[in-house]
């Protein structure tokens, strides 16, 4: 990790991996940036909304400061994760009652079950972009990092609860490939993945028939091609509507093709006519169906 020492204080950086944005909290989480709200006071907003909660534990508050190498400063997002199981709408509604009474411009709310980030105001409500643009809104890339306070004894206040492993799953499949290869993809483990990860079909290249994928693969979006042909090592995808897929192994949400030949399936539910593999694993629910 990358150390900078900032008006005498040490802070410790490290990288950032879309699962930090994507397994925060399931029930929503609240992000304010200082500079869109100069006069923010954080314990004041802490104490409104975990007043509004009624409980402390049901919600974690911490400040997400990002390091400007150019300019050599610090920008902080003061953020909130709701770990209530209280739905993220009537989350965001209490942060916008928040925002009204501690005169705040705007916050921007991560629904994880969605898969969007909205810019909210007390009036107003927009679409910022998915889970994946988490880096376009702290605005990360080689010179702007996340960094925490070095602390001698332990970790920065967020860091081991949330950014250094995947907290919460839309579901068991993403736990089964967290499982396997979690840590094999971050920066504390030797033994690295080479891996690509497409959020939609265009970036994939190849044609309207046929893909092929040479390193581990993970489609962040769902595929409703009948017509196309798959030939992968490693897959990770949400939903796949497809024609025929060929791969070592497979993980999906929704698996719907003709021909499937594979050495381990994982996948919610399993709709095909022809099947081959060493292993199959899927849910009660969801099951294997033979068309």
């Known amino acids: 990790m990358k150390n900078v020492r900032i008006d005498g204080r040490w802070y410790v950086g490290f990288d950032y991996y879309d699962y930090i944005a994507n397994n925060l909290s399931q029930f929503g989480c609240a992000i304010f940036d200082s500079e869109e709200n100069p006069n923010i006071d954080f314990e004041s907003l802490k104490k409104e909304l975990q007043t509004r909660f009624g409980a402390t534990q049901k919600m974690f508050a911490y400040p997400l400061v990002v390091y400007r190498s150019k300019d050599k400063t610090l920008q902080t997002y003061w953020t909130f994760v ?141 595929v409703d091609k009948p017509y196309l042909s798959i030939d992968a090592t490693s897959l990770r995808a949400r939903n796949l509507d497809v024609k025929t897929i060929k791969a070592e192994e497979i993980f999906c949400d929704k698996l719907r093709c003709e021909s499937v030949v594979a050495e381990r399936i994982y996948a919610e539910s399993i709709e095909c006519q022809k099947l081959k593999a060493k292993t199959v694993k899927t849910n009660f629910e969801g099951g294997i169906k033979f068309v």
Not at 113 to 121: F, G, N, R, V, W
Not at 123 to 128: A, G, I, L, Q
Not at 147 to 165: D, E, F, N, Q, T
């Open 82 to 222: 709701n770990e209530s199981e209280m739905s993220p709408a009537i989350f965001f509604d209490l942060v916008k009652m928040a925002c009204i009474s501690q005169h705040l411009n705007k916050f921007y709310a991560c629904d994880f079950k969605a898969d969007k980030i909205y810019e909210m105001t007390p009036w107003t409500m927009c679409e910022f972009g998915k889970l994946k643009d988490f880096k376009k809104l702290l605005r990360l890339d080689g010179e702007n990092y996340i960094v925490g306070k070095w602390l001698k004894w332990c970790g920065p206040i967020g860091y081991s609860r949330y950014y250094s492993h995947a907290k919460v799953f839309r579901n068991d499949i993403e736990k089964e490939y967290y499982a396997q290869y979690g840590k094999r993809l971050t920066q504390y483990c030797d033994e690295k993945l080479d891996f690509d990860t497409f959020y939609s079909l265009d970036e994939c290249g190849g044609d309207d028939y046929n893909l092929k994928f040479d390193k581990m693969t993970t489609l962040n979006f769902d």
